[in-house]
């Protein structure tokens, strides 16, 4: 039985036309359309249009103005010069990884002694943790320590690790803990306030960019637009926002992608059928998921070794392996989707329930992740999901709607918790099966006041109207200015109306529609997933769709996100 979430009927808002957009666009000649898109992502002047349009590598900052980088830079390059150990300790999700990589092919190419440590996900946990650090010890018997996308709150091991006379450089993006973990150098932008936006592979490119301007020597050998293709994979996959130096990194770091020179990501490409230009979307949905496989079902040094080896024979056993996983991973994530679903039909109170929290034994917590973000989007809930071991012990996974802090409501009800932390709109924690039932109702409890019910209606924003006969290639290409697409600068969404049908809809696939219309010079397709079963009357219907491109048939067309029906 292929259990299926409630349809949502959502409400279309529409973002207010304001007339001075007009005027803007028409002075940077653009459509109207385009300077209403670009007004209500804060482009309000020209220049504003100009430099969203035009990201260039030089409107990004001074990486001195962060606490501790010049430091951490001055720590590295000695490091170096005194034929140190460096060791990098990473994570195992992609902008671990990828920051893993860059710090170790920028380091080695300077001729450091580096190595690279990740920690087994399931054995060890997330991040730096002490069993980590000792089996890092063993192993490497490091100098320096530089820990990326993790340890901000490791205030025991990074004490450990000073004791142990290991000099510590610590690289993360993540929330502050009450107290700063013991570090020679310690860059957050989150004790800034600035750029705290940025991915962990960001804040390693900034740190780098530091090295470079401090070592005349090192500015001589090294190109940092090299490494952004593993900014842009990392940024990406790690869903921060796509504004201000993320999207000129993520910008420039695609078209890195689509030239790639590092073996592992060519061949991560063929495998994944990306051709020609390389989307942010392909990263999401295509890259990151078969680089996260490696973590996500066992160990993350396949990944690691896919983006650091020269060993062309190995990458591509390594990928195929990865592609492999990716597979076994879907499998796995479907079955959970499905009994979270029937739980879900059975349990879940729309009128009520302002979270949803589920867990249950045995679920992988590999995947509960995904999971937690399928469920988010189909019930528009805070949405946790928990997986718990044989010992009882449960790792758990959120995602958040936009206007509630997810960390926040997890640390007010961290009495029930081992350990909780993450973001605003993604977090973990862990808890014992014991104290479960309790945490629940505490969360719940706290969400009363925490979630305010306008947060959870589900609504779809609509950044434009259009009408059918405009929409074809020429207004694609130019829409695809806008791009790259994520987190905050999402892919804009149009009301299409006064549609032309060319033929009748038809029904294809497992329940998937395609409509035909006449648009600009061609005919459009405009294709709903997984939407057939829903009440369709043609007759002056309006589709709320993007505009997208389909590469197989070399063309745009339209996906559809939903639709008002005529009578
Ligand atoms: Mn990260």
């Known amino acids: 039985?292929?259990?299926?979430?409630?349809?949502?009927?959502?409400?279309?808002?529409?973002?207010?036309?304001?007339?001075?957009?007009?005027?803007?666009?028409?002075?940077?000649?653009?459509?109207?359309?385009?300077?209403h898109v670009l007004w209500h992502r804060g482009c309000q002047s020209r220049e504003g249009i100009e430099g969203f349009l035009t990201p260039r590598l030089q409107m990004l900052g001074d990486p001195f103005l962060l606490t501790d980088l010049k430091k951490a830079a001055e720590v590295i390059l000695k490091a170096i010069e005194g034929s140190k150990r460096i060791v990098i300790y990473g994570d195992y999700d992609v902008d671990g990884m990828t920051s893993t990589a860059f710090f170790y092919r920028f380091l080695k190419r300077l001729g450091a002694h580096v190595d690279c440590f990740l920690p087994h996900r399931m054995s060890e946990g997330y991040g730096l943790t002490l069993q980590g650090v000792k089996r890092c010890l063993a192993?490497?018997?490091?100098?320096?320590?530089?820990?990326?996308?993790?340890?901000?709150?490791?205030?025991?091991?990074?004490?450990?690790?000073?004791?142990?006379?290991?000099?510590?450089?610590?690289?993360?993006?993540?929330?502050?803990?009450?107290?700063?973990?013991?570090?020679?150098?310690?860059?957050?932008?989150?004790?800034?306030?600035?750029?705290?936006?940025?991915?962990?592979?960001?804040?390693?490119f900034k740190v780098c960019h530091g090295i470079l301007k401090l070592g005349e020597n090192q500015r001589k050998q090294i190109d940092l637009r090299d490494y952004l293709d593993l900014v842009a994979l990392g940024t990406v996959a790690d869903l921060v926002p796509l504004i201000e130096e993320n999207r000129i990194l993520v910008q420039r770091g695609l078209e890195q992608i689509t030239k790639s020179q590092v073996i592992g990501i060519r061949a991560l490409k063929r495998v994944s059928g990306i051709r020609g230009e390389v989307k942010a979307s392909d990263v999401g949905f295509r890259?990151?998921?078969?680089?996260?496989?490696?973590?996500?079902?066992?160990?993350?040094?396949?990944?690691?070794?896919?983006?650091?080896?020269?060993?062309?024979?190995?990458?591509?056993?390594?990928?195929?392996?990865?592609?492999?996983?990716?597979?076994?991973?879907?499998?796995?994530?479907?079955?959970?989707l499905e009994e979270a679903f029937q739980e879900l039909n059975l349990s879940f109170l729309p009128d009520s329930d302002r979270v949803i929290v589920l867990?249950?034994?045995?679920?992988?917590?590999?995947?509960?992740?995904?999971?937690?973000?399928?469920?988010?989007?189909?019930?528009?809930?805070?949405?946790?999901?928990?997986?718990?071991?044989?010992?009882?012990?449960?790792?758990?996974?959120?995602?958040?709607?936009?206007?509630?802090s997810l960390v926040d409501l997890l640390r007010s009800c961290d009495s029930h918790l081992v350990t909780c932390g993450g973001h605003e709109m993604?977090?973990?924690?862990?808890?014992?099966?014991?104290?479960?039932?309790?945490?629940?109702?505490?969360i719940f409890e706290k969400a009363e006041s925490a979630v305010q019910w306008s947060a959870l209606q589900p609504t779809l924003t609509l950044h434009g109207k259009l009408q059918g006969e405009v929409v074809g290639g020429k207004l694609y290409s130019e829409l695809n200015r806008l791009?790259?697409?994520?987190?905050?600068?999402?892919?804009?969404?149009?009301?299409?109306?006064?549609?032309?049908?060319?033929?009748a809809p038809k029904v294809f696939g497992n329940n998937h529609v395609k409509f035909f219309f006449k648009g600009e010079g061609q005919e459009v397709e405009a294709v709903g997933f997984d939407m057939a079963d829903r009440e369709l009357k043609t007759q002056g219907i309006k589709l709320a769709g993007v505009l997208d491109w389909d590469d197989y048939r070399g063309q745009m067309n339209v996906r559809v996100i939903d639709w008002k029906n005529g009578v």
């Open 1 to 35: 039985m292929k259990v299926r979430p409630p349809i949502s009927t959502r409400r279309w808002v529409h973002l207010p036309w304001v007339e001075e957009s007009e005027r803007l666009a028409q002075e940077s000649s653009l459509r109207p359309i385009l300077g």
């Open 139 to 204: 192993e490497k018997q490091p100098d320096l320590l530089i820990a990326v996308d993790c340890a901000t709150t490791a205030i025991e091991e990074t004490q450990y690790l000073q004791s142990e006379g290991v000099q510590v450089v610590i690289v993360d993006h993540h929330e502050l803990a009450e107290r700063a973990p013991f570090a020679t150098a310690f860059v957050n932008p989150h004790q800034d306030g600035i750029l705290t936006y940025l991915a962990s592979v960001g804040l390693v």
């Open 287 to 336: 890259l990151a998921p078969r680089l996260n496989a490696g973590g996500r079902l066992g160990d993350a040094c396949r990944s690691l070794e896919v983006l650091i080896s020269d060993d062309e024979v190995e990458v591509e056993r390594l990928v195929q392996e990865l592609d492999q996983a990716n597979k076994e991973r879907q499998k796995i994530e479907q079955a959970i």
């Open 359 to 404: 867990g249950k034994r045995g679920w992988h917590c590999g995947v509960i992740g995904i999971v937690a973000s399928r469920i988010q989007k189909a019930y528009h809930r805070p949405t946790l999901i928990i997986g718990f071991d044989e010992a009882g012990t449960g790792k758990g996974s959120g995602r958040s709607v936009e206007g509630c």
């Open 426 to 442: 993604a977090a973990g924690l862990t808890v014992r099966e014991e104290s479960f039932e309790g945490f629940k109702k505490a």
């Open 483 to 503: 791009a790259p697409f994520g987190q905050k600068n999402s892919q804009p969404v149009f009301e299409i109306d006064q549609l032309e049908m060319t033929r």
